[in-house]
C-alpha cells in the first residue's frame, strides 16, 4: 500500500510504499495485543514489594499464656497473624513478575499494532526528524498545526540530538529510535508518526526474521 510523506512543515514529500505483511493486516487480534501489553507491564514492575514475616517481626516470642487451664486456644507467639501487631499470612515477598511470551507471538503482535494505526488512519510518515535549534514552543507550535497533541514519534537510528531536546518536555509526545518501538506505547498513543528510515528499517527487521 502507498502512504503519503510529509515534512515537519506539513508540506508534502512524496510517497512510501507500505509492506502489506507489516502494516496491512486486515483482522485485528485484541488478543495478541493484550498478551504482548500485559507481558510488557509484567516485565517493567519492580517486585520489591514485602511484608515482615513472624521471624522478622519485633514483637516478642514469649508463650503470651500458658498452655493449659485458661479455657482459651493454644497460642505461643504474638507474632502470629491473628493478633494486633501480628506479621500478615500469605503477604507479598520480593519476586519477578515477568513471564516469558514467545519472539513470534511478540512479532505478531507488532505487526497488528502497527496495522491497527493504519487501519485507523493514525500512522503518519515523516520525511525526517530533526531541527536546527533545541526550542520546544516553536516545536509545540508544529505539533498543534498537525494535530499531533498525543503522539509516538520513532526517530530512526538515532534521535536527533535537538529534536530530542525540544520535544522532551512537550506532554504526551514520547520520542524514541527504532530500537524503542513497542506495543504499550504505540496503542497508547492518537499519533504513530514514523520516518521513512524506521519504517525501512521495521520491514527490514520484519524480512530478516521471516527468512530466518
Keep these: 500500500m502507498k502512504l503519503s510523506v510529509i515534512k515537519l512543515d506539513g508540506k508534502a514529500a512524496g510517497d512510501v510504499e507500505l509492506s502489506d505483511a507489516v502494516f496491512g493486516i486486515s483482522d485485528i487480534r485484541g488478543d495478541l495485543l493484550a498478551r504482548y501489553v500485559n507481558w510488557q507491564l509484567a516485565k517493567r514492575r519492580a517486585g520489591t514489594h514485602k511484608v515482615q514475616t513472624r521471624n522478622e517481626n519485633s514483637r516478642t516470642g514469649k508463650k503470651m499464656y500458658k498452655q493449659k487451664g485458661t479455657g482459651g486456644a493454644r497460642h505461643g507467639s504474638r507474632r502470629a497473624p491473628q493478633f494486633v501487631g501480628g506479621s500478615p499470612a500469605f503477604g507479598p515477598v520480593v519476586r519477578d513478575h515477568g513471564f516469558s511470551l514467545p519472539k513470534k507471538v511478540r512479532a505478531l503482535a507488532l505487526k497488528h499494532a502497527l496495522s491497527s494505526k493504519v487501519k485507523a488512519g493514525d500512522l503518519v510518515v515523516v520525511d525526517s526528524v530533526s531541527v536546527k535549534e533545541p526550542k520546544t514552543a516553536s516545536l509545540r507550535e508544529t505539533f498543534g498545526k498537525l494535530g499531533w497533541t498525543k503522539a509516538l514519534i520513532i526517530a530512526g537510528p538515532e534521535v536527533d540530538a535537538n529534536f530530542g531536546l525540544a520535544a522532551r518536555n512537550i506532554p504526551h509526545i514520547d520520542v524514541l ?33 521471516e527468512a530466518a
Design 177 to 209: 529510535p527504532n530500537a524503542g518501538l513497542n506495543v504499550y506505547d504505540i496503542l497508547r498513543a492518537d499519533k504513530l508518526v514514523l520516518t521513512k528510515a524506521a519504517v525501512e528499517a521495521i520491514e527490514a527487521r520484519f524480512a530478516e526474521k
